[in-house]
């Protein structure tokens, strides 16, 4: 029987995860305040405060700042204030919509980004959904079965914190996700459809330990599976409520 195991948000794109006991889901949503904000560098057009969807280059993220991968995050719905914790770090809190706050955490998390890199400059509220991966409103649902393959491929245990997923599934066959595509699946009472297959990106090479490179992930897929796929993306179709241990059915 495939179970509910873990439900996470990412307030801040690339900056930290926050883990759920439930949620509560809208149609062409995505979890809510996940990718709220994201944070321009210096190398992109992106100025602060509220901003239309942009290409995840124009932000910093663990792909090209590994030391992103070890943040953990903590954001009040009804404060609207965020809690940050690194290793390297001292805690953070602060209001992301106050302007002396914002620049207070961005010069908080230039301390970790790498020299060679843009610098990070501001941060944005993004209007609509959220500032994900793609323009469209997905959550993501990745399965312990399929990382316990790829963990065996590698000969380590691996977090599932490298995924930076919403919604991970107990009791499912390993890669089996990646046959749900064009299918409706019930989880809890929501029902998504599972529209494409997440392709994978440096980030996920990263110990979410120490912000440290050290499992070449995309290498992995694509020598033992042909691809650098890992989980799927799917669109909201009805509304309802996600908890831990809710069952799971392909419709």
């Known amino acids: 029987m495939r179970t509910v195991s873990a439900l996470f948000r990412h307030p801040i794109k690339g900056h930290g995860r926050q883990e759920l006991a439930h949620v509560d889901l809208q149609p062409g949503q995505v979890f809510p305040y996940d990718r709220r904000w994201a944070v321009a560098h210096d190398a992109s057009n992106i100025a602060a405060g509220p901003q239309d969807w942009a290409h995840c280059l124009n932000f910093s993220r663990g792909a090209k700042a590994p030391a992103l991968m070890a943040m953990t995050a903590d954001f009040d719905d009804e404060s609207g204030n965020i809690s940050l914790s690194h290793p390297d770090l001292p805690a953070i809190a602060f209001d992301p919509d106050d302007p002396k706050d914002a620049a207070r955490f961005i010069a908080w998390v230039q301390q970790i980004m790498p020299e060679n890199?843009?610098?990070?400059?501001?941060?944005?509220?993004?209007?609509?959904?959220?500032?994900?991966?793609?323009?469209?409103?997905?959550?993501?649902?990745?399965?312990s079965a399929s990382l316990s393959d790829l963990g065996q491929k590698?000969?380590?245990?691996m977090s599932m914190h490298r995924f930076r997923g919403?919604?991970?599934?107990?009791?499912?066959?390993?890669w089996e996700e990646l046959d749900w595509i064009g299918k409706t699946i019930r989880i809890g009472n929501v029902i998504v459809k599972v529209e494409a297959p997440i392709k994978r990106c440096l980030a996920t090479t990263v110990d979410t330990e120490t912000g440290v490179r050290n499992v070449d992930t995309l290498e992995l897929l694509q020598q033992h599976w042909g691809h650098k796929n890992f989980g799927v993306f799917a669109a909201v179709i009805k509304a309802g409520n996600i908890n831990l241990n809710d069952t799971v059915e392909v419709l």
Do not use: E
Not at 117 to 143: E, F, W
Not at 154 to 157: M, N
């Open 117 to 143: 890199r843009a610098k990070s400059n501001a941060l944005v509220r993004a209007n609509g959904y959220g500032m994900t991966d793609q323009k469209h409103p997905y959550v993501s649902i990745n399965t």
């Open 154 to 157: 590698a000969g380590t245990d």
């Open 166 to 174: 919403n919604i991970w599934l107990d009791g499912a066959q390993p």
